[in-house]
């Protein structure tokens, strides 16, 4: 089955700093791939819509500024949380659907941990 | 509105017996997906059932199952006959639009925590 792969796992940082998430597909093609956050003990909420050699769509209250994604490949997308600061922690999940293969579902990567001292 | 909403903050079930975790969703699409994800402890989602709008049959894989109520807007997920390995949070999430489209991007409810008890 298709599978996305997301690096690094857990990242902790300083406050100020940048840092990047990635997020593969493994053994497909994604022209699209969704980044998502997910604050302790909450559900999942959609941050943008990657679109490969296009800009990302951002949803209603997400900065883009702040939130930087990069589609370059067909089986690459970063998210880049820049300037980060302790209320940018939380846990980072990307998903892409295998469209070639006609499935409907949406598969997520494992998920990156962000902690902002 | 919450476009889909989970009733149960928590539920706990004992070994080898069947739960029913809740779930109800809001739109006016015709065509539109309903699924069901389990994330463990861990983080991970994991993919357990699919249901389309137009399935005229309730989706079953292997001990789960989806109680599809198309009148009432409910998606319940059953399992049957569970396990130890089946406590994590239980996530229902619905597309809206067709699924061969490119507006893939699902919305979440707040989840189930199930708890599997000996």
């Known amino acids: 089955g298709a599978v996305v792969s997301q690096h690094p796992s857990r990242v902790i940082c300083k406050s100020g700093t940048s840092v990047k998430i990635e997020c593969r597909s493994l053994d497909f093609q994604a022209t699209t791939m969704f980044w998502y956050r997910q604050f302790p003990k909450q559900s999942l909420m959609l941050m943008a819509t990657?679109?490969?050699?296009?800009?990302?769509?951002?949803e209603q209250g997400v900065e883009k500024d702040k939130f930087l994604i990069n589609h370059a490949s067909l089986t690459l997308s970063t998210l880049t949380v820049t300037s980060a600061h302790p209320e940018d922690s939380s846990f980072y999940i990307c998903?892409?659907?295998?469209?070639?293969?006609?499935?409907?579902?949406?598969?997520f990567g494992a998920g990156s941990r962000l902690t902002v001292l | 509105a919450q476009k889909i909403t989970q009733t149960q903050p928590g539920m706990f079930v004992q070994e080898k017996e069947a739960v029913t975790l809740d779930c109800t969703y809001d739109?006016?699409?015709?065509?539109?997906?309903l699924f069901w994800y389990k994330q463990p402890s861990s983080g991970e989602m994991i993919f357990l059932i699919y249901q389309g709008s137009y399935d005229e049959q309730n989706a079953t894989e292997g001990r789960y199952s989806l109680n599809f109520q198309k009148a009432r807007k409910s998606a319940n997920l059953v399992i049957s006959a569970s396990q130890l390995g089946d406590s994590a949070m239980y996530f229902c999430?619905?597309?809206?639009?067709?699924?061969?489209?490119?507006?893939?991007?699902?919305?979440f409810g707040t989840g189930t925590r199930l708890q599997v008890t000996l």
């Open positions: 739109t006016s699409d015709q065509s539109y997906g």
């Open positions: 999430a619905m597309r809206e639009g067709p699924g061969a489209g490119t507006a893939s991007k699902l919305t």
């Open positions: 990657s679109n490969e050699g296009s800009k990302a769509t951002y």
């Open positions: 998903s892409a659907r295998d469209r070639a293969s006609g499935a409907n579902v949406l598969t």
